[in-house]
Every structure is written in structure tokens, then in C-alpha cells.
């Protein structure tokens, strides 16, 4: 066998970065040693893996898929050194992406209950919004994501994770608190709501579970950020619609004031997705099976258990 684990580290590192002068630094080797490296691949298995754009190495069809594979295999390896290496010492490394609001407001507690027994400082987190984790887990380059709204990747596993509370709310001083009734779906419909970004997991849940009822919501300015939504509402800019979770401060010191609606209980599921051809070190699915049994920290929110994942 010619193959080696070395020119597999060297192509993924190249795939990551698009550069084999940065992927050169990534695997401590010279420029020059990276490419001919990467050479000596693409001859071995009489393909390229990279298209040539200026400067650039674009991951083509065949790089794509040796992708999960050589992670598979380098996975497999690294979690073999650990074995014998560092029995037992940590989670091992680990990237685990978060969307906004779980990587925010959920994940550091998580964290912090995992980090009671297991050293974490091999992990990773990285948060952005739903459909950018859902990108990258994709692409294998996190090992797993823990997303608030819908996958529409179907070559991705998913798991439910925790049910969510959504909760209407506005500034103490809007007009729409000083309701002596509760407030109908008319009212709703003419206030200006602030609400995140398109791509965002949370403004896709609004949307789904307000719009059968509420057909049209004025929509003000959009944010990136949920902390900023709850801001601008109570500096009195309009009403908006998060999760429990983010607003639980603000609700409990009363700058915010939950809306007392007609409109029934809304929820979401928070699931957790991972690339099938990603390899489910023990270190990973420990993580994934301590996750599924971390309790929330409200009564509202209950997590419904889901069967492990498939190796």
C-alpha cells in the first residue's frame, strides 16, 4: 500500500484552506514539500483533486468525494494515539458547531456540566447561524452541529435534541403592554416586528409558526443577533418573537414583557446533525450521548430523546 495517513493530512489541510502555502504551515512541512505531497496523491490515485484557479486549489468532484474518507481515516488514527496515548485524560478534540442562539445561551452551560468530569479544552465551538453549521458539517469541516432551525440537507443525519420555547414579547412601555384584554391577531399583524437574518434557524421557526396565523407581520429592521433584537425591542422599536432562552433576563428584571396573546403555546425542536461518513470517535459520541441527557434549564423546555447515532 503506497497510500499514507501523511498525504491524506496534507490534502485535507490543503481542502481546508485552498492554499498550499497555508496548508504547508497547518503540517509543519515547506511549500514545496506540500505540493509535491500533493502531487504524489493525485498520481497515485490517477486523479485531480483540486482545480487550478489563479493562486487558489478549488476542491473539485474527486476531492469531494476522498473528503469523508480521508477524514474518516485520520479520525480513526488520531483516536488510536489517544487510546494508547492519553487513556481516559479528555474529550479529545473535537469541533462542534453551534447556531446562534444554542451557541449563545445553551453551550456554555453544556460545556460547563460536560467539563465537571471531562477535560474540554480540545474543543472547538464554533457558533454562526443554522444554515452556515449546517454548510460546514456538510462539508466535514465540524464534527458535529447542534442547530435551532430546520436541515435541509438531506445527506445529513438528524437527531431532536431539546423542544424550545418561543415567546412574544416588547418593550414594558409599548402600547401593546398597556392592554387591559388580550391582544388579537389584527394588532400583531399592524406592529412593527424585529426579527434575524435570512439563513438564521430562529427567524425560519418565526416565520413557520407565526404565519398561519398571522398571514403577514410587518417587518422593521433585521439583526444579526439575537442580543441585539431583545435590545432594540426594549429601547421600544418594535415587538419580536425568541426563544425563551434568550429573553429570560430581560423578562425577569421587566425591561421586556411577554405579549398576552390569542394565539396558542409555540415551540421548535433544537436538533443536533452530523455528516454519516464522519467517524463517531468515543470522544464524539460521548459528547453526543451526554448532550441528549443534559437537562434544560427550564421546566417548559423538555428534551425528547432520540436513538444514538448510526455508525
Not at 392592554?179 to 439563513?199: C, F, M, N, V
Not at 434544560?296 to 448510526?310: D, H, I, N, Q
Amino acid at each position: 500500500m503506497r497510500l499514507t495517513l501523511r498525504q491524506l493530512q496534507i490534502f485535507l489541510a490543503i481542502a481546508e484552506s485552498g492554499s498550499t502555502t497555508t496548508a504547508a504551515a497547518a503540517v509543519s512541512l515547506t511549500q514545496s514539500a506540500t505540493s509535491a505531497a500533493l502531487n504524489q496523491l493525485e498520481d497515485l490515485l490517477g486523479a485531480g483533486l483540486f482545480d487550478r484557479i489563479g493562486r487558489r486549489l478549488v476542491i473539485n468532484d474527486s476531492g469531494r468525494a476522498l473528503l469523508p474518507q480521508a477524514r474518516h481515516l485520520l479520525d480513526a488514527a488520531t483516536e488510536i494515539e489517544q487510546q494508547f496515548t492519553k487513556p481516559d485524560k479528555g474529550a479529545g478534540k473535537l469541533r462542534i458547531g453551534a447556531s446562534t442562539t444554542i451557541g449563545n445561551y445553551l453551550m456554555p452551560g453544556l460545556l460547563a456540566a460536560y467539563g465537571k468530569d471531562v477535560d474540554v479544552s480540545q474543543i472547538h465551538v464554533r457558533i454562526a447561524n443554522t444554515e452556515e453549521i449546517v454548510t460546514a458539517v456538510a462539508n466535514l469541516q465540524l464534527d458535529i452541529g447542534f442547530i435551532e432551525g430546520p436541515c435541509h440537507d438531506d445527506q445529513l443525519t438528524t437527531q431532536q435534541w431539546i423542544k424550545d420555547e418561543l415567546v412574544l414579547f416588547a418593550s414594558s412601555a409599548h402600547p401593546l403592554c398597556q392592554r387591559q384584554r388580550r391582544i388579537t391577531l389584527d394588532e400583531l399583524r399592524k406592529a412593527s416586528w424585529l426579527l434575524r437574518e435570512p439563513g438564521s434557524g430562529t427567524r425560519e421557526a418565526v416565520e413557520r409558526v407565526l404565519g398561519p396565523h398571522l398571514r403577514h407581520m410587518r417587518s422593521g429592521i433585521s439583526f444579526g443577533d439575537s442580543e441585539a433584537i431583545k435590545r432594540a425591542v426594549a429601547a421600544g422599536m418594535g415587538i419580536s418573537c425568541l426563544s425563551r432562552w434568550v429573553v429570560a433576563d430581560m423578562l425577569r428584571h421587566q425591561a421586556l414583557k411577554e405579549l398576552d396573546t390569542t394565539l396558542p403555546a409555540l415551540s421548535r425542536m433544537f436538533h443536533i446533525v452530523r455528516h454519516p461518513q464522519k467517524h463517531l470517535s468515543r470522544s464524539l459520541d460521548q459528547f453526543v450521548q451526554f448532550s441528549l441527557g443534559w437537562p434544560t434549564a427550564s421546566e417548559e423546555s423538555t428534551r425528547k430523546p432520540g436513538s444514538r447515532f448510526m455508525r
